[in-house]
């Protein structure tokens, strides 16, 4: 099965910083992962799908790349909305492993 | 506008079954794969299984292997997922979750409210 890490756990960022979370896959994905963003207590939202496509809806301020074993979400400039955990999450196969999450907080 | 509705969950004594179902509305549930998403309290997202559009083809996380089985009612675009053997482990919020495959762009783009499992003596 496809492990998935992601770095750091937590990141402690103010508004308008720029934040970056890694995500690391233990085989190449072929672009085939997704990012969610969870507030507490809430079902997780789609951000971000095929590596890099936006969801429809979602702030131009999120952003995703890299290919292949390594992928990169970013918040260009932070906001208040955005302090959450964010998962990656792999497609290339059927079994849809989650990554262990990155907390965002306030700095 | 699409939504998801989970129920079944509850209190569960451990080697107990519980059996949970979605209902959806909104979209051509044939259409789509569909999964179980489950957290612990206090923990990460774990993905538990999912299913084909026709049902045929199903998969699992090795944890609840032999255990749970997923299953759906396209007839009554339902979703179901069956859990035996409870542990304490499982407890957790299941959520019921489309996954956007008829687009063939995949991701979780829809999610249910979520139904507590609590596994206790």
């Known amino acids: 099965d496809i492990q998935m890490t992601q770095s750091p756990s937590t990141v402690s960022a103010s508004v308008g910083d720029r934040v970056t979370i890694t995500c690391r896959a233990s085989?190449?994905?072929?672009?085939?992962l997704a990012w969610y963003q969870q507030k507490p207590g809430k079902a997780p939202k789609l951000l971000i799908y095929k590596a890099s496509t936006l969801e429809s809806g979602v702030p131009s301020r999120f952003s995703g790349s890299g290919s292949g074993t390594e992928f990169t979400l970013t918040i260009s400039s932070l906001q208040d909305d955005d302090f959450a955990t964010y998962y990656c999450q792999q497609y290339n196969s059927y079994f849809f492993t989650f990554g262990p999450g990155t907390k965002v907080d306030i700095k | 506008e699409v939504q998801l509705v989970e129920s079944g969950g509850g209190l569960v004594q451990p080697g107990g079954s519980l059996r949970l179902s979605c209902t959806v509305s909104?979209?051509?549930?044939?259409?789509?794969?569909m999964s179980w998403v489950r957290q612990a309290p206090g923990k990460g997202l774990e993905w538990v299984a999912n299913i084909k559009e026709d049902g045929n083809k199903k998969n699992y996380v090795d944890s609840v292997k032999g255990r749970f089985t997923i299953s759906r009612d396209n007839a009554k675009k339902s979703l179901y997922l069956q859990m035996n053997s409870l542990r304490a482990e499982d407890t957790a919020v299941y959520y019921c979750v489309r996954e956007d495959s008829f687009s063939g762009d995949w991701g979780a783009d829809y999610w249910g409210q979520g139904t507590l499992v609590s596994v206790s003596p």
């Open positions: 909104g979209f051509t549930f044939s259409n789509y794969w």
């Open positions: 085989e190449s994905l072929n672009n085939w």
